[in-house]
């Protein structure tokens, strides 16, 4: 019997997550088990579909983190695109504030 199931630590390991994450699957469906005892045994030929939907959930988690980086990447992109504008019209307002001051310099009764 040993041969052909693996315990929830087994199956742990295999897929490299916590066994309270096994336990998950078990309760949602998604892995096959049965109750030997007390305690809950996975049988090897279940493994197949897990290894399916692991593969699956890899992919969709990386493509989620590539989606992220590309959002993150255009935010950066848009706020220097902001900065730019922001020195653009600071450097217009300071220009407008010396033509004001040399206006006022050179017409000291319109005060």
């Given at each position: 019997m040993n041969g052909e199931y693996l315990t929830v630590s087994d199956v742990a390991e295999l897929f490299q997550v916590n066994p309270?994450?096994?336990r998950r699957w078990i309760w949602k469906g998604k892995l096959p088990h049965i109750k030997v005892g007390g305690t809950v045994r996975v049988p090897k030929s279940g493994l197949d579909s897990m290894m399916t939907f692991k593969s699956d959930h890899i992919k969709t988690s990386k493509s989620s983190q590539v989606?992220?980086?590309t959002s993150v990447t255009s935010i950066i992109t848009q706020?220097?695109?902001a900065r730019n504008q922001i020195r653009t019209h600071s450097?217009?307002?300071e220009n407008s504030a010396n033509v004001l001051a040399q206006l006022r310099e050179s017409n000291p009764d319109n005060e």
């Amino acid at each position: 019997m040993n041969g052909e199931y693996l315990t929830v630590s087994d199956v742990a390991e295999l897929f490299q997550v916590n066994p309270q994450t096994v336990r998950r699957w078990i309760w949602k469906g998604k892995l096959p088990h049965i109750k030997v005892g007390g305690t809950v045994r996975v049988p090897k030929s279940g493994l197949d579909s897990m290894m399916t939907f692991k593969s699956d959930h890899i992919k969709t988690s990386k493509s989620s983190q590539v989606n992220r980086q590309t959002s993150v990447t255009s935010i950066i992109t848009q706020l220097e695109a902001a900065r730019n504008q922001i020195r653009t019209h600071s450097g217009e307002v300071e220009n407008s504030a010396n033509v004001l001051a040399q206006l006022r310099e050179s017409n000291p009764d319109n005060e």
